[in-house]
């Protein structure tokens, strides 16, 4: 995958259509109830017939044959306002795409695994401040890959570290971690290579075939791309910072999650395996991508337990849950009487915290494929009104995953979305525009 790739505008995308209010089907998760309370789209300041684009958008884009099919559901105010479900979750076994679909989120752990070390934050048990050495062994003594010159062109040397990366840099992407599929730096795509990190011409992000402590250790052999906390640059950071939550807590990072996260929200179906009737429910991709050619591509087996519970890449969710996560994340921390985290901690995690460092693919443009955003703690965050190539007010966070699936919080606009589909795209930036315009479109009030 090239970082063009992330850039790409879908093909032209249609819009105008009918809305699925809750108290059907479609609203309702796999145990039959609503994952939030629910209400009829002008109760919240929502126009029902605007919002009712979305659907036609996308079964515009799944009658092309370029989306398997999707789950859009939309909160304002606390209350569920808008769900869909639209097109196949198998296309070839012509089964239609149901709420309670599973999808491999990829990238969408990224905020789950934060929130995660943020509980332990709270605790005192990690601290932002601290060595990641204090936790990784290995990490103490990291050394980093750099250009002779201005350019690649001279070779690379390889130096000390000017400082320890701190668990602050895990969180905001400046560890000096990179991505193989992402990174120019060639003695740190090769050692990941070597390592079991990256899987060239096999499958994007899937380092989990490593067991936490062989991650740790091919993670702490591979020279960094860069000075810790001089870049934003996309990473394994939070694979890194999954293995600090298991160090910190004393328990697998799957367990520990399980404990603290999704059992308090009742996300009965997120995790880094299928789950009892997981299997029959997983959303299917097509195994091309129409975008870019019909090419190859692969996305990751969550049948079965992986090596190491991946925090940057390897979790499962649905629509619901992950619903329930991000309202909780839009009242400030807490949900159904359940408090994750405190106000002030949220508030810090979806702060800009990257300003001023260098940031050569930019939070914003990676995923929008647009200007205007920083990165928190976890999420990017829209750092004013306008500067923007979306719709949405500063303090607007969000998130996405290479499978197709993206979610936004806007407290101002008091919204929350979640998006979900199998389909590993080019085009997916321009679908996530499309959503946002579509969406904010819609507002009364």
């Known amino acids: 995958m090239h970082r063009r790739a992330l850039l790409a505008v879908p093909p032209a995308l249609a819009a105008a259509s009918v809305v699925g209010f809750p108290g059907s089907a479609r609203a309702q998760t796999a145990s039959g109830g609503s994952p939030i309370p629910q209400a009829r789209p002008g109760d919240v300041g929502l126009n029902a017939g605007r919002l009712s684009r979305i659907k036609e958008a996308f079964e515009a884009e799944i009658a092309e044959s ?7 559901m939309i909160a304002r105010r606390g209350r569920l306002a808008f769900a869909e479900t639209m097109g196949f979750r198998d296309r070839q076994a012509n089964a239609a795409m149901t709420p309670d679909a599973v999808f491999r989120i990829y990238s ?8 995660a070390a943020m509980i332990l934050v709270e605790e005192g048990r990690i601290g932002l ?3 990641v050495g204090r936790f990784l062994p290995g990490f103490e003594r990291l050394q980093v890959s750099a250009p002779r010159g201005a350019t690649s062109d001279a070779g690379y040397d390889t130096i000390p570290t000017q400082r320890p990366m701190l668990v602050y840099d895990l969180l905001r992407h400046t560890s000096g971690l990179a991505y193989g599929e992402l990174t120019a730096n060639a003695p740190v795509r090769d050692a990941y290579t070597r390592a079991g990190l990256y899987l060239p011409n096999q499958r994007d992000y899937d380092s989990r075939g490593l067991s936490p402590e062989e991650f740790v250790r091919a993670l702490a052999g591979a020279p960094l791309a860069r000075q810790p906390g001089t870049t934003w640059e996309y990473s394994l950071s939070s694979d890194a910072l999954g293995r600090v939550v298991e160090a910190a807590s004393g328990q697998r990072l799957e367990v520990f999650m399980e404990e603290r996260l ?8 997120t995790g880094f395996v299928l789950r009892d009737s997981g299997a029959s429910r997983l959303a299917m991709h097509s195994g091309v991508d129409p975008a870019a050619n019909n090419a190859r591509v692969e996305m990751i087996d969550v049948s079965r337990p992986p090596g190491n519970a991946s925090g940057g890449a390897g979790g499962v969710s649905t629509a619901a849950d992950y ?49 205007g955003f920083g990165f928190g703690l976890g999420f990017a965050t ?11 007010f500063q303090g607007q966070f969000m998130w996405a995953g290479y499978g197709g699936t993206y979610f936004w919080v806007d407290p101002r606009a008091e919204l929350v979305t979640v998006s979900m589909t199998a389909a590993p795209s080019v085009a ?15 507002l009364d009030a």
């Open 323 to 371: 619903l329930r996560f991000a309202q909780m994340l839009a009242n400030g921390g807490e949900l159904d009487g359940v408090r994750i985290l405190s106000p002030a901690t949220v508030r810090l995690m979806t702060s800009d915290h990257v300003a001023g460092l260098q940031q050569p693919l930019p939070p914003g443009m990676l995923l929008l494929g647009s200007p």
């Open 108 to 115: 969408m752990t990224k905020p789950l695994v934060s929130v």
């Open 66 to 72: 370029r989306l398997p099919g999707a789950v859009v």
């Open 428 to 442: 997916r930036a321009g679908y996530r525009r499309l959503l946002m315009q579509l969406t904010y479109g819609a």
């Open 262 to 269: 999704f059992r308090p929200l009742r996300m009965n179906d």
């Open 129 to 131: 401040a601290d060595p």
């Open 382 to 392: 829209r750092l004013a009104d306008g500067g923007a190539l979306v719709p949405g």
